[in-house]
């Protein structure tokens, strides 16, 4: 069975620009989540998203947004980006929300702003 | 807020020893998941271990091990007979019972010499 695939593995983009971040869960999974890795940290939880509706949102910019589609692949969307935003992108599937399900992550996308 | 303090940057050990890494937490929950993930150069977040704050007994998972001490608000994880596959990022994390978002410490390098 496929894991979590995330698209694309590696990014760059300029400052000011608008990226889309893609994620397809494992299979019958109706939860994804997504987290910013910066170089050096832990990941920092930006949006959980379950059954096509956001359940959580992390402390970000209102530039970062996010939709589940009915398939539930997930795409984020970060608008009129900054140096400070290049970082790992790890997007995370689990079959249902709560803390006793397993979460399973992508190999994330490597965004850099330039 | 929940917060999740790894004081060992970076760690090493000799194949075959035994070795562990610590972790603490604050939280005003009662009820909690605890986690330990490894996150090797291929960037892909594996999870380890997993602890439920409501079980006293000890999570163990082959070589690794929690250590579990709730009122201290500690997490300790003990790798035993080390391999040099067990060379990673190291991550804790902790989740309230809802789920909807994973915190994560700053991380602990562990490397594993032949």
Known sequence: DAGVTQSPTHLIKTRGQHVT??????SGHKSVSWYQQVLGQ??????????KEERGRGNFPDRFSARQFPNYSSELNVNALLLGDSALYLCASSLVRGGNTEA?????TRLTVV | AQ??????PE???QEAE???????YDTSENNYYLFWYKQPP????????????????????????????????????????SQLGDTAMYFCAFTETSGS??????????????
């Open chain 1, 104 to 108: 399973f992550f992508g190999q994330g």
């Open chain 2, 11 to 13: 760690m090493s050990v």
């Open chain 2, 42 to 81: 291929s960037r892909q977040m594996i999870l380890v271990i997993r602890q439920e704050a409501y079980k006293q007994q000890n999570a163990t998972e082959n070589r690794f091990s929690v250590n579990f001490q709730k009122a201290a608000k500690s997490f300790s994880l003990k790798i035993s007979d």
């Open chain 2, 3 to 8: 917060t999740v303090t790894q004081s060992q």
């Open chain 2, 101 to 114: 978002r994973l915190t994560f410490g700053e991380g602990t390098q562990l490397t594993v010499n032949p």
């Open chain 1, 42 to 51: 832990g990941p920092q939880f930006i949006f959980q998203y379950y059954e």
């Open chain 2, 18 to 24: 035994t070795v562990t890494l610590s972790c603490t």
């Open chain 1, 21 to 26: 971040l893609r994620c397809s869960p494992i």
